[in-house]
């Protein structure tokens, strides 16, 4: 049997069950069901199976729990496998320690900018509107924020003043590079003085345990840029950029896809035409921030970054209350599906259109979470130790050439993602079919031994009405 008749044969029967236990009419295998395909992939069949079987509600609760639980558990994970890369990047090299001309009183490594910001980050002010729902811990002055993006920011306003980040790693930047043989609008970068006798390793350790990768909200955040293109809209990114980060969001599908345990071979990375035409779609649709929803007609559906905003402050203004936070989730998401429904006439393609919402959050969410992987607060790291290790030219072309270069790490990332998200989902599907086989197991008695009452109440002549009466208690 394929998958395709294994994953129908799954919703038949729960379909079948649920048709003996409410009396409701079996489910309609159609293309409303996008997992019944002959994929491998796991994410969005559970995403189908739990909607099916309990609805909005349940997958709001799987969302939550991804953000509140799992997000910890995932920064710790992509932390432990980013220090292994790291290390297999060093091994590499002849001698582990830092380069004379990297230390504190050499003339430091230069990286431009362009060659550690994949998605143009650092061209928005964290103090706008869309830099709020992009940046973390926006402080005054912005060097001194636990937020590496954001300290970022600040060394770049402020040029050629020499800034370190927690005593690891300082940094300068020049946008006229010419009088330091360094190239323009770039970063001068060198080991504190405190890592001047460290190895290479210790100093990629301890910066990688200085970051803070993941922030709850801006995991949010940026499900909604990449669904609806939110936030991308409103800082007005180019169509170039947003096709670029749409070939991202391509490979990163295939290799969650994947069922092997190695990563996706090379021809990966080349794109189809159907597969350049979509994101050219998904560009054009991120630019405009608006998507059509498939319903009786296409209906435009947005999430309008006020939206993002009101969910972000409640979000932050919850601190480090879990239940506070989970309540802003909730709130915020439960607020977004109805602004993305707004449009829809019919009251039944509303409640459709809802759950499909919230579907696509959970099957978006590894996407967000790898792309804020490849945001300069990671980036800027393998580009420094690639330049120090293979020499001052070697670089990244763009994001896919990144994951295309460390396939194993982002394979391992994405996995660690995926386990948590089936874990989840798993478990919601698991109680509620127990649940429904309960049903149906008494549903099942019930009928028994109705019938069997029936029988006997014939055989000494209770009249057929009274039989028919209690026989209509079954439907």
Not at 238 to 261: H, Y
Not at 343 to 366: R, Y
Request: aromatic fraction near 6%; charge should be positive.
């Amino acid at each position: 049997m394929n998958v395709i008749s294994k994953k129908k044969e799954v919703f038949g029967k729960i379909g079948a069950v649920k048709t003996l236990t409410e009396g409701l009419p079996k489910l309609k295998l159609s293309s409303s069901f996008a997992s019944i395909n002959n994929s491998g992939d796991v994410i969005s069949f559970l995403t189908d199976l739990v909607k099916t079987l309990v609805g909005f509600e349940a997958l709001v609760s799987s969302v939550i729990d991804t953000i509140t639980h799992s997000l910890p558990r995932i920064e710790k994970e992509v932390k432990k496998a980013l220090k292994v890369e790291l290390k297999n990047i060093v091994s590499c090299g002849v001698n582990p320690s830092l380069p004379s001309w990297m230390k504190s009183t050499g003339p430091g490594i230069n990286i431009q900018v362009k060659k550690i910001d994949f998605a143009d980050i650092l061209r928005t002010d964290p103090n706008s509107v869309a830099g709020q729902l992009i940046y973390n811990d926006i402080t005054t002055p912005l060097v001194n924020s636990t937020d590496f993006n954001t300290f970022l920011y600040g060394v770049i306003q402020d040029e050629g003043i020499e800034y370190s980040w927690k005593n690891i790693i300082t940094f300068k930047f020049v946008a006229n590079g010419a009088p330091f043989g360094f190239s323009n609008n770039s970063l001068i970068i060198k080991a504190d003085q405190a890592y001047d006798n460290k190895t290479l390793t210790d100093l990629n350790n301890d910066f990688i345990d200085s970051l803070i990768l993941f922030n709850s909200d801006n995991v949010v955040n940026k499900v909604m840029d990449i669904i609806y293109g939110t936030v991308s809209s409103t800082i007005g990114k180019s169509f170039k950029q947003l096709e670029s980060e749409a070939q991202i969001n391509t490979i990163i599908d295939k290799m969650v896809a994947n069922n092997d345990k190695n990563p996706i071979p090379d021809s990966a990375f080349s794109f189809t035409k159907e597969e350049t035409y979509k994101q050219q779609a998904e560009a054009l649709a991120r630019k405009k921030g608006s998507i059509n929803l498939k319903t009786t007609n296409d209906i435009p559906s947005s999430v309008p970054i006020s939206q993002l905003t009101d969910f972000t402050q409640q979000f932050k203004s919850a601190g480090g209350n879990v239940i506070q936070q989970k309540d802003a989730i909730k709130n915020g998401l439960t607020n977004m599906a109805n602004a993305s429904a707004l449009n829809v006439p019919n009251p039944i393609d509303v409640v459709s259109s809802k759950l499909n919402f919230i579907q696509q959050i959970i099957v978006t969410l590894i996407k967000s979470i790898v792309n804020i992987v490849l945001s300069p607060k990671v980036i800027l790291t393998f580009v420094l130790n690639y330049k120090i290790v293979y020499g001052p030219q070697a670089t990244f072309t763009n994001g896919v050439d990144f994951i295309k270069k460390n396939k194993n790490l982002m394979n391992r990332i994405m996995k660690v993602i995926a386990e948590e998200l089936i874990k989840i989902l798993l478990a919601i599907a698991l109680k509620e079919i127990a649940v429904l086989v309960s049903k149906a197991m008494a549903k099942k008695q019930k009928e028994k031994v109705t019938l069997k009452l029936a029988q006997l109440q014939s055989l000494i002549g209770v009249p057929t009405n009274i039989i028919q009466q209690l026989l209509g208690n079954l439907i």
